[in-house]
């Protein structure tokens, strides 16, 4: 039986959605429960003996209110009836026993006409690329597959027509465990995209303290509409001309909505559009009241769905979806 064959095309964050793998909350298992409280850490590096992979999963698991997976898979379904109500073409992973498959957008990413395999920092991620292999095999486009000394997580990475913005550790976060993608990666995609700008964005980043850390670049920024607004965390910026930098690109100060770090540990920026007017978001009034007001008073459609719970392991909406194509 002959595959049937897709091309993948992102050019940016916001245009039509047409198609997206979606994480999957089957069979998680239970969370590393070895940790060490930060307090009796010796400095401001992740001792070994703890193998929680970021402060904020590392705080629901000391105060016992990590997700419960039933929870996690309601969530799930309400982000997949939503995007086929779009007529989004959802994929889904295939099923690996006792592991937590929903932040899709680590594993792998597109630029342009071409999908990327991440190589992910965590070293128990690695797997994950395995269950979306199958629909990756049918795309028609190139697929490329990074050198192992290139550590890059999709969710640093942001395409923008002739530019490529890349999140980066700031000066004194580097070599946290929170640390996800390296100087390398920076190189390989000058050298394989000459035509675009690679720009790196440098975020600040703390292993002990999730109010404090931009796991990616999509924790502190996320472009909206017809890229002419945008969500941005600016203390998170390791160098705030940078943040200055892409608020003028994409929309000027006017067309802001800035976020403090109480909303940066909810993760306001990391919403999801669908296409230029829709956005999903999170339906906690608490969490994400104050932004949805401001996202709709500027005109957007938000579909509001409960997702606070996915939000415990420090990944929401964007973190949860690979896009695969979108219209242009």
Known sequence: MS???????????????????????????????KYVDPKE?????????????DPKSRYHIMNGTHPMESDLRE??????????????????????????????????????????KS??????????????????????????FPPQSV???????????????????????????????????????QTKFPEKEIIPIYLNKSDKDAMKNCLHLDCAFQPIGNNDHCIVF?????????????????????????????????MNSNIFSINPNVIVTGNNVEEFGKINEQLEDKGFTLEKIPYSESAKMEGLLRCSTLPLRRTY
């Open 3 to 33: 595959k049937e064959y897709f091309e993948v095309k992102i050019l940016d964050e916001t245009a039509p959605l047409e198609s997206v793998i979606l994480g999957t909350a089957r069979d998680l298992g239970t969370p590393f429960l």
């Open 41 to 53: 850490w010796e400095s401001d590096f992740a001792p070994p003996e703890d193998f929680v992979t």
């Open 75 to 116: 969530e799930n379904n309400h982000f997949i009836r939503t995007l086929i109500k779009y007529n989004v073409q959802v994929f889904q992973p295939i099923t690996i026993p006792e592991a937590n498959q929903i932040f899709t957008r680590d594993i792998g990413f597109v630029i342009g006409n071409v999908f990327i």
């Open 119 to 144: 190589n992910m920092a965590t070293r128990a991620r690695q797997m994950e690329f395995f269950a979306i292999r199958d629909i990756v095999s049918k795309i028609a486009n190139e697929v490329w």
């Open 151 to 189: 550590k890059i997580e999709g969710g640093d990475v942001f395409p923008y027509h002739d530019k490529v913005f890349v999140g980066q550790a700031a000066k004194g976060s580097e070599g946290l465990r929170c640390d996800r993608t390296n100087k390398e990666a920076i190189s390989y995609l």
């Open 234 to 266: 600016k203390e998170g910026f390791g160098d705030p001309e940078q943040a200055d930098m892409l608020i003028e690109l994409f929309g000027g100060e006017a067309n802001a909505i800035h976020i403090d770090a109480k909303q940066m540990f909810h």
